[in-house]
C-alpha cells in the first residue's frame, strides 16, 4: 500500500534559522497537502499541492512539489517560537481517495 | 471551526472491554476518517468512509471496525480493547478533493 515517509523526524533550531522538512511517497500522487500540529492540538490544514513541480508560499512559507510527484519539501525561512509543532505532509493516491499522513516532523523552536 | 466533533474526549477503559468513539459532522463531507497517533508513528489511517454504508480498512485496522448508517455519523469500535490500543483517535473529514478538517482528538487509555 501507499507509504508516506518524513524525514528528519525531529530538528531543534535556534530563532532566526531555517528549517526544511521532506516527504517521500511509494507511489506516486495526486496532490499532497501539508498539516501543523500544535502541541496538544489537532492538525490544521496549511496548503494543498496539485501540479508537478509546483511551488507556493505563504510568508516565511515555501511548499515544493516534486517533478514526478512523489515527493515534496516545506521550508521555513528564519524561524519563529511560533513556527514550534509537528509539521504532515499528506498525500492522496488518487483524486477523491483516501488521505495518507506521513510521519511528521517535530519542530522546537529556542531563543 | 469545521462543524466535526468528537466523543468522548477522554476516556480510560479495562483491557478486554468494547468502546466506541463517535465522530459527528455537520459539513455534509463525503469522506471521514479514523487516525491514530502514537509518538514517533504520525497519523495512521484506521479506517475510512466514502459514503453513507461503504468503508475500507486502513494501514491498522486490525481490532478495530467501522460503521456509518449517517452522512453525518463515522463510529469507532474497538471490539475488546486492549493496551496497545491506548492512543489518541482522530477524526477528519473532507470532501475528497481539498484539505481535510479534523475534530479535537479523543485520549484513549486501556488499563
Known amino acids: 500500500g501507499q507509504q508516506v515517509m518524513q524525514i528528519p523526524q525531529y530538528q531543534h533550531v535556534q530563532e532566526g534559522e531555517d528549517f526544511t522538512t521532506y516527504c517521500n511517497s511509494s507511489t506516486t500522487l495526486s496532490n499532497i497537502q501539508w498539516y501543523k500540529q500544535r502541541p496538544g492540538g489537532h492538525p490544521v490544514f496549511l496548503i494543498q499541492?496539485?501540479?508537478?513541480?509546483e511551488v507556493k508560499k505563504q510568508k516565511r512559507l515555501t511548499f515544493q512539489f516534486g517533478e514526478a510527484k512523489k515527493n515534496s519539501s516545506l521550508h521555513i525561512t528564519a524561524t519563529q517560537t511560533t513556527d514550534v509543532g509537528t509539521y504532515f505532509c499528506?498525500?492522496?493516491?488518487?483524486?477523491?481517495?483516501?488521505?495518507?499522513f506521513g510521519t511528521g516532523t517535530r519542530l522546537q523552536v529556542t531563543l | 471551526d469545521a462543524g466535526i466533533t468528537q466523543s468522548p474526549r477522554h476516556k480510560v477503559t479495562e483491557t478486554g472491554t468494547p468502546v466506541t468513539l463517535r465522530c459527528h459532522q455537520t459539513?455534509?463531507?463525503?469522506?471521514m476518517y479514523w487516525y491514530r497517533q502514537d509518538p514517533g508513528h504520525g497519523l495512521r489511517l484506521i479506517h475510512y468512509s466514502y459514503g453513507v454504508k461503504d468503508t475500507d480498512k486502513g494501514e491498522v485496522s486490525d481490532g478495530y471496525s467501522v460503521s456509518r448508517s449517517k452522512t453525518e455519523d463515522f463510529l469507532l469500535t474497538l471490539e475488546s480493547a486492549t493496551s496497545s490500543q491506548t492512543s489518541v483517535y482522530f477524526c477528519?473529514?473532507?470532501?475528497?478533493?481539498?484539505?481535510?478538517?479534523f475534530g479535537q482528538g479523543t485520549r484513549l487509555t486501556v488499563v
Open positions: 477528519a473529514i473532507s470532501d475528497g478533493y481539498t484539505e481535510a478538517f
Open positions: 499528506a498525500g492522496q493516491g488518487g483524486t477523491a481517495s483516501k488521505l495518507t
Open positions: 459539513e455534509n463531507h463525503r469522506y
Open positions: 499541492l496539485v501540479k508537478s513541480g
